[in-house]
């Protein structure tokens, strides 16, 4: 009976409801319906896909558990903020959003225990097979759906600032220049959204691209598009000059880490006692803002999207996106180094083993370059593994094909030599120098074909030269 739950006919064709709706039915008629849908969805799968993880006999523990979370993450900003980092974990970032109304699907934890009731052993290996992963893929999948927080629309509404999101409920706003952003709280100045006919909220208002400083028409500001870049004209838009921008290398940082290009998509100026303050509204990258002294900062959302924040604004050091360019540096210096003992061994079975080891870390290590997330963290452990193999391989060289210590130190210094010739042109990109990571990627090729061509043929014709005397 412990598959027979997640594998009854009803929980898989939920399953299998929750995974279309999520990621096709929202996109063509998103609305109240195909929210609805996926809660219902959702708690028919989620409690069967529980109980595996209980002991056996949990099912009804499994159930009121699935309840009362949903009610927590549907009911408390805490509850939906911790049930958005869980499923961060589980499937990528992702957003859930607390909204009461969905408690209207509770009555689907009913149907999913009449369906566990109603369960027969699982007589069919291949059943298992199937709904099984369709289970987990489509609780997994459904909580990304939501989306991160996005500043797509800001404009200047009863003297505050207001940076709308659409994929949030309500609204940010900012009544002291743009340095503190909290939601809009009903029975404040800022006017109700008005709800459309099917129920949802209005969608936000336009933003602008441009605009001038009021009482100071000569001052304009103006988005170029496709970039994070503001231009500024001094004299009523006829020449532009840049006023702010993220430089085209740190949006290589930025492109990594939200896995899409940002771009600046509104802004909104408004006059001051000491001169004027400007908001942009820039996608995944949240706002910046320009205070009256004219100095630019960047603000980003909180992961459940409640508030902007100086500190969550994503940081243009691109150290956490090289990982794999500095583990396929430990790897590339690891080739080297089997190369060079292949060239300084002289007998057949060292001409086999030393590639051989090599062959077995880049079986294991290569698949991880196209991992997403955090599986290519694994290339590091893989990758000094195999550099300890070629290590192993140098001592059995050294001993057995009696190459000689000043030989093999020649070798693995050859192998550190090309490893920091990879390395360092990416470490340099990830804290602007160079600021293209095309311009790292050349330096990268050309130090490791300059360092190999050179360091073999110095370790070539040292052999030889050992041989003949």
Not at 11 to 26: E, I, M, R, S, Y
Not at 451 to 457: D, K, N, R, S, V
Request: with cysteine; aromatic share 8%; hydrophobic share 45%.
């Amino acid at each position: 009976m412990r598959y027979a739950w997640l594998c009854h006919p009803a929980t898989v064709f939920a399953a299998l409801l929750l995974f279309v709706n999520d990621h096709v039915l929202k996109q063509a008629w998103p609305g109240f319906v195909t929210g609805k849908l996926s809660d219902v969805a959702g708690l028919l799968v989620a409690p069967a896909l529980l109980s595996l993880l209980l002991l056996r006999r949990a099912d009804l523990t499994a159930t009121l558990l699935t309840g009362t979370l949903f009610t927590l993450a549907k009911t408390t900003q805490t509850g939906a903020e911790a049930a958005s980092q869980a499923w961060t974990l589980i499937a990528g970032p992702s957003r859930i959003l607390a909204d009461p109304t969905d408690l209207l699907a509770l009555p689907a934890l009913a149907l999913a225990w009449w369906i566990r009731n109603h369960s027969h052993q699982v007589k069919r290996r291949w059943q298992i097979a199937i709904g099984v992963p369709l289970a987990v893929l489509a609780v997994a999948a459904t909580g990304a759906d939501a989306g991160p927080p996005r500043a797509k629309t800001v404009r200047v509404e009863a003297g505050a600032f207001v940076v709308y999101d659409s994929g949030m409920p309500g609204e940010l706003r900012s009544t002291d220049g743009g340095r503190t952003w909290v939601p809009y709280e009903p029975g404040s100045e800022l006017p109700t959204p008005h709800p459309s006919a099917s129920g949802d909220p209005a969608p936000e208002p336009a933003g602008q691209r441009s605009g001038c400083v009021p009482r100071q028409p000569q001052r304009c500001y103006q988005l170029p598009g496709g970039a994070l870049k503001v231009l500024k004209s001094d004299d009523a838009g006829v020449t532009w000059a840049t006023e702010w921008e993220i430089s085209p290398g740190r949006m290589e940082v930025l492109e990594r880490a939200y896995g899409s290009r940002p771009a600046s998509l509104s802004l909104a100026v408004q006059a001051t006692p000491r001169g004027h303050v400007v908001v942009v509204a820039n996608g995944r990258d949240g706002i910046a803002v320009r205070d009256e002294d004219g100095t630019w900062t960047r603000y980003g959302y909180t992961g459940d999207g409640s508030a902007l924040l100086t500190s969550q604004a994503t940081s243009l050091d691109g150290g956490d996106y090289v990982a794999e360019e500095l583990a396929a540096g430990v790897l590339g210096g690891l080739f080297v180094i089997i190369a060079g003992l292949t060239i300084a061994a002289r007998t057949r079975v060292l001409r086999w083993l030393v590639p051989g080891i090599g062959l077995v870390g880049a079986v294991f290590s290569l698949p991880t370059f196209y991992a997403s997330g955090g599986v290519h963290l694994l290339l590091w452990p893989l990758a000094i593994g195999s550099l300890i193999g070629a290590l192993i391989a140098a001592a059995i060289a050294a001993g057995v094909a009696k190459i000689g210590a000043s030989a093999t130190w020649r070798v693995l210094g050859v192998g550190v030599l090309v490893a920091l010739g990879i390395t360092l042109p990416f470490r340099g990109w990830s804290v602007g120098w160079p600021d293209r990571y095309g311009t790292a990627l050349g330096l990268a090729v050309f130090f490791t074909l300059t360092i190999t061509a050179l360091g073999l043929t110095w370790i070539w014709s040292s052999t030889r030269h050992r041989d003949r005397a």
